[in-house]
């Protein structure tokens, strides 16, 4: 049996999404991913059309495993869990960065 | 099919109202999710309890779930001869799928039942674990996937997927990268779910990477720093020749432009050499009388600034 092969793109290469789209990939309803836009957890890339880079999708995603996860069933409260997951992300990366530096 | 006893995991008895198994499920999660826990097995026991409550939270999966009747942990068992017609719909082979898939099987149907117009494939995530060689030159990796998929009526099968997936050159440590089309198939038209592949590359023994940038040490002799050198140095796309400048101090970065991780729209990082002055532990007689000669001659004082801040 052949094995299909298939290609793998970086996430800046993919096409920008909509809300719905949005809504659609993650899991999260479009009235929770507006909540956690105002709390700033992430923005869209054009305010007018409200269109979303595809790096959006990985937010949203993260989003929904925390909620489903931790059975968290406030989209405040997990807005700020994701700002302090992001917040560890990023110092894990300035982490590998002041390493890869040292 | 195994029996797995879902309030046992959960810690609470079988009359449990969804109140108290929310809370023992979220207790559990604060436990053992992997992103908090410091568990040594804190994956699989979570993963036993997501299982878990991810069937007693729903109200119609826990009821058919308590329909299977009381079994031991770990006994083979099948469902009661009625409960497929009650539970599960049509025709559904009990034989190639676990508990899990069973109840996974009914959200499907949950989810798709009543609905008539087309239903979007789910999104697949995968985790793939590349060399540094396999980050830098791109890497053709063969993955395998258990994927759940549901028929028109809705019904729940596992079917194992094989692929290849082309990993482009120049990806980094901790990236996300997008197979489109590649999850769950869609149902009724409804577009193919995409396949998200987090990304992990082992660490190298001579560099460290920094987005598309690398670093690496430099070890000089220290005549080799104040006389100036070339060195042999090696570089991911091979060896190159380096200037080592005469007065080359410790910490000093000398950069090989555009030698560190390339992607294919042309992107670039450069290579750093992070110069390392080191000193020869041992040293012979001769060694040792040419350093005290160096030593009398010089009136270099590593240590001036000491002076100028206590003064």
């Known amino acids: ?102 | 099919m195994k029996y797995k006893d879902y309030y046992a995991v959960l810690g609470v008895p079988r009359e449990a109202n969804e109140d108290d198994i929310k809370k023992a499920y979220r207790k559990l999660a604060r436990k053992y999710h992997p992103d908090v826990s410091k568990e040594t097995d804190a994956e699989e026991k979570f993963k036993e309890v997501g299982e878990a409550y991810e069937t007693l939270k729903d109200p119609e999966k826990r009821a058919a779930y308590d329909q299977l009747g009381r079994h031991s942990a770990g006994e083979e068992f099948r469902p009661p001869p009625d409960w497929q017609q009650s539970f599960g719909g049509a025709q559904f082979s009990f034989d190639d799928i676990d508990l899990a898939d069973l109840f996974g099987g009914m959200a499907g149907r949950q989810g798709t039942r009543g609905r008539t117009g087309p239903i979007p494939g789910a999104d697949y995530e995968a985790g793939v674990r590349l060399t540094f060689e396999q980050a830098y030159a791109g890497a053709e990796i063969e993955l395998d996937l258990m994927a759940v998929e549901y028929d028109e009526q809705g019904m729940a099968r596992r079917v194992p997927h094989r692929m290849k997936v082309r990993i482009p050159s120049g990806v980094t440590d901790g990236q996300k990268l997008r197979v489109p089309g590649k999850g769950g198939k869609g149902l009724r038209g409804g577009r193919d779910g995409d396949l998200y592949l987090d990304i992990a590359v082992e660490s190298h023994p001579l560099y460290r990477a920094d987005g598309l940038d690398l670093h690496m040490d430099l070890p000089v002799a220290p005549w080799e720093a104040v006389l100036g050198t070339n060195v042999q140095m090696p570089t991911p796309a091979g060896t190159v020749s380096l200037k080592v400048p005469p007065g080359t101090r410790a910490g000093q970065k000398l950069r090989l432009a555009g030698r560190g991780f390339k992607r294919a729209d042309g992107t670039a990082g450069h290579l750093y050499a992070n110069v390392q002055i080191v000193v020869p532990t041992v040293v012979d007689d001769r060694q040792r009388e040419l350093f005290r000669e160096l030593a009398g001659a010089s009136s270099f004082n590593p240590r001036a600034q000491f002076e100028q801040e206590t003064r």
């Open chain 1, 1 to 102: 049996m052949s094995i299909e092969t298939v290609e793998a793109i970086y996430l800046e290469h993919s096409e920008q999404l909509t809300l719905v789209e949005l809504a659609e990939r993650s899991g999260l309803s479009e009235y929770e991913l507006r909540e956690l836009i105002e709390c700033g957890v992430f923005a869209p890339v054009d305010a007018a059309t409200w269109t979303f880079e595809s790096r959006s999708v990985v937010v949203a995603r993260t989003a929904y495993r925390l909620r489903e996860e931790f059975a968290l069933d406030d989209t405040h409260a997990l807005a700020v869990v994701l700002r302090l997951f992001q917040r560890i992300e990023a110092l894990q990366a300035e982490l590998r960065v002041t390493r890869a530096r040292r």
